[in-house]
């Protein structure tokens, strides 16, 4: 079972920018996908971004083009999030996943970490 550890969460202003990690482990040759999902209160998950493990592909949600990159370190197993320009909106859990198929879907995602808080406030 694959097992995933996000950290770097916290509170920053409007504006401002956060850098989220997820450290992985365990990771299996079925792993064809990272990606980070984020749900806001009284609002269903939504697919932030995702990394293609292949190729290193990109994909980003349209709310977050731009101003979200997603990488990772194949060294270090671990996946990352560089959140800049931060808005309101942006506020809720960040979850790390892994899964088989690349998709903005949640349903394809097996392994999900326990989540990072990250508020912004204006």
């Known amino acids: 079972q694959v097992q995933l550890a996000e950290s770097g969460g916290g509170s920053v202003q409007t504006g401002g920018s956060l850098r989220l990690s997820c450290a992985a482990s365990?990771?299996?040759?079925?792993?064809?996908?990272m990606a980070w999902f984020r749900q806001a209160p009284g609002k269903e998950r939504e697919g932030v971004a995702r990394i293609y493990i292949g190729d290193d592909s990109t994909f980003y949600a349209d709310s977050v083009a731009g101003r979200f990159t997603i990488s990772r370190d194949n060294v270090k197993n671990t996946l990352y999030l560089q959140m800049n320009s931060l808005k309101h909106e942006d506020t809720g859990m960040y979850y790390c996943a892994a899964g088989s198929v690349c998709s903005a879907s949640d349903k394809y995602f097996n392994s999900w970490g326990q989540g990072t808080q990250v508020t912004v406030s204006s």
């Open positions: 365990r990771l299996t040759y079925s792993t064809a996908c």
